[in-house]
């Protein structure tokens, strides 16, 4: 009876790639985790849970956010990089993904060669903020005041390393500046120093800080974008003010472990490309400070975040920031 177990053998054999295209084909099945690299309520996980949201009406299945924070976002990132590239587990991906290459050195993952894009939704620009109490009037004035005196200029951030820090970074070395960086635990403590005077400036993202601006507990002289912001269309972007090389964005989009089959690749991708069009959640992400992007494909994504990670590389290695 040989031939038989070895017959038998084959067929078990033969079931187990169908099988497996019978699952791409049926994508999505269960709930899919998008896990954000980032603690609950900044900038990324609010505009992450509007995303879930509309995915979960597009594709007719819960998608949950996770949160998994901790190193800068690398715990998160590693664990979409590890994990089953079946296209139930999902990284909201942002800037760090471009800034870890050439900030850490030692890695436990590779986000160029175990991550492939999925899809892209929002940039989302920096805002240089002063205190309402400032005498500082406009970024001219503030470069003004670093040149003449930059040890009194105290510059706040998230840490070393932190989106906060390197948007700030693009600014000073894009107008030949110093100032005294202070790096606090996190975005939060850096905007709250702005507000209460012990810092006078800080570069955070914009959604971040839009309630502070619009109700008057901040001023905002500049987004670092290469046009105005439909948030606040009366501040100038840093292009138009003359300095194109402090332009620093941020962004909201969907990376997969590598390894993910193309066609479910391509059907996460439809669903975000679907939803995009969808006008109440424009509305939302554009309130929330997000700026649409006009191509929300995995090709786009992954060529917007080789040229960041590129562009990055250049601002760290000229600033000479070793990360903590």
Request: hydrophobic share 45%; charged share 15%; aromatic share 6%.
């Given at each position: 009876m040989l031939w038989v177990k070895t017959f038998l053998l084959i067929l078990l054999l033969c079931s187990i790639p169908t099988s497996a295209l019978l699952a791409q084909d049926n994508f999505p099945q269960h709930p899919i985790k998008m896990i954000v690299p980032y603690p609950p309520g900044g900038t990324t996980d609010v505009i992450a849970r509007n995303i879930a949201q509309a995915l979960s009406?597009?594709?007719?299945?819960?998608?949950?956010?996770?949160?998994?924070?901790?190193?800068?976002?690398?715990?998160?990132?590693?664990?979409?990089?590890?994990?089953?590239?079946?296209?139930?587990?999902?990284?909201?991906?942002?800037?760090?993904?471009?800034?870890?290459?050439?900030?850490?050195?030692a890695m436990t993952f590779d986000p160029v060669k175990d991550l492939v894009a999925v899809s892209w939704f929002v940039t989302v620009p920096h805002v240089i903020v002063v205190n309402t109490n400032s005498q500082i009037q406009s970024l001219n004035e503030l470069i003004?005041?670093?040149?003449?005196?930059?040890?009194?200029?105290?510059?706040?951030?998230?840490?070393?390393?932190?989106?906060?820090?390197?948007?700030?970074?693009?600014?000073?070395?894009?107008?030949?500046?110093?100032?005294?960086?202070?790096?606090?635990?996190?975005?939060g403590p850096?905007?709250?120093?702005?507000?209460?005077?012990?810092?006078?400036?800080?570069?955070?993202?914009?959604?971040?800080?839009?309630?502070?601006i619009e109700a008057g507990k901040l001023r905002a002289l500049a987004v670092t974008s290469p046009r105005r912001v439909e948030t606040l269309p009366d501040v100038s972007s840093v292009a138009e003010l003359g300095y194109p090389n402090a332009i620093a964005m941020g962004w909201i989009g969907i990376h997969a472990p590598a390894g993910t089959a193309p066609s479910i690749v391509q059907n996460l991708e439809s669903a975000s490309e679907a939803i995009l069009k969808d006008p109440t959640l424009r509305k939302r992400?554009?309130?929330?400070?997000?700026?649409?992007?006009?191509?929300?494909?995995?090709?786009?994504?992954?060529?917007?975040?080789?040229?960041?990670?590129?562009?990055?590389?250049k601002v760290v290695k000229a600033a000479d920031i070793k990360a903590e």
């Amino acid at each position: 009876m040989l031939w038989v177990k070895t017959f038998l053998l084959i067929l078990l054999l033969c079931s187990i790639p169908t099988s497996a295209l019978l699952a791409q084909d049926n994508f999505p099945q269960h709930p899919i985790k998008m896990i954000v690299p980032y603690p609950p309520g900044g900038t990324t996980d609010v505009i992450a849970r509007n995303i879930a949201q509309a995915l979960s009406e597009k594709l007719g299945i819960s998608v949950i956010i996770e949160n998994k924070a901790g190193a800068a976002g690398l715990i998160g990132m590693a664990a979409v990089a590890k994990a089953t590239p079946d296209g139930y587990t999902l990284l909201v991906s942002d800037a760090s993904i471009a800034t870890a290459p050439s900030l850490y050195k030692a890695m436990t993952f590779d986000p160029v060669k175990d991550l492939v894009a999925v899809s892209w939704f929002v940039t989302v620009p920096h805002v240089i903020v002063v205190n309402t109490n400032s005498q500082i009037q406009s970024l001219n004035e503030l470069i003004a005041l670093a040149k003449r005196d930059p040890e009194k200029l105290y510059f706040s951030s998230g840490g070393i390393g932190s989106p906060l820090h390197l948007a700030g970074e693009a600014v000073r070395t894009s107008a030949a500046i110093q100032w005294v960086h202070v790096p606090y635990k996190g975005g939060g403590p850096a905007i709250l120093a702005v507000m209460s005077g012990d810092a006078q400036v800080a570069v955070p993202s914009l959604p971040s800080v839009l309630p502070q601006i619009e109700a008057g507990k901040l001023r905002a002289l500049a987004v670092t974008s290469p046009r105005r912001v439909e948030t606040l269309p009366d501040v100038s972007s840093v292009a138009e003010l003359g300095y194109p090389n402090a332009i620093a964005m941020g962004w909201i989009g969907i990376h997969a472990p590598a390894g993910t089959a193309p066609s479910i690749v391509q059907n996460l991708e439809s669903a975000s490309e679907a939803i995009l069009k969808d006008p109440t959640l424009r509305k939302r992400l554009t309130e929330q400070g997000g700026d649409i992007v006009s191509d929300a494909s995995a090709h786009a994504y992954a060529q917007f975040v080789a040229a960041q990670t590129q562009g990055w590389g250049k601002v760290v290695k000229a600033a000479d920031i070793k990360a903590e």
